[in-house]
């Protein structure tokens, strides 16, 4: 059974910072590329960060760069999203997803919810 378990989010105040994590199991996970993928309200779901199998390789969203940091350890199973400088509109619930070689299989997890206000 594959699981991708989100945690670290929650609420924190403009300028500050949260790092989330993405805990996978059932897969083999560095044959996976990972990516944070966002969902606000009345908004489509965004990627905002991927990485490569290798971790070699980072890709971010324009609204996201020079502030996000997304890191992976295979040894841990794990992704990482280290949220500085953290603005209200990056309010959304954050889901991680898993995806093969290929395109397919992939795999999304539950989602954490990350909300920035004052």
């Known amino acids: 059974q594959v699981q991708l378990v989100e945690s670290g989010g929650g609420l924190a105040q403009p300028g500050g910072s949260l790092k989330l994590s993405c805990a996978a199991s059932g897969i083999s996970f560095s044959r996976y590329s990972m990516g944070w993928y966002r969902q606000a309200p009345g908004k489509e779901r965004e990627l905002v960060a991927a990485?490569?199998?290798?971790?070699?390789?980072?890709n971010y969203a324009d609204s996201v760069k020079g502030r996000f940091t997304i890191s992976r350890d295979n040894a841990k199973n794990t992704v990482y999203l280290q949220m500085n400088a953290l603005k209200l509109e990056d309010t959304a619930v954050y889901y991680c997803?898993?995806?093969?070689?290929?395109?397919?299989?992939?795999?999304w997890g539950q989602g954490t919810q990350v909300t920035v206000s004052s």
């Open positions: 997803k898993a995806t093969n070689w290929g395109g397919s299989p992939y795999y």
């Open positions: 990485i490569s199998r290798g971790g070699d390789s980072t």
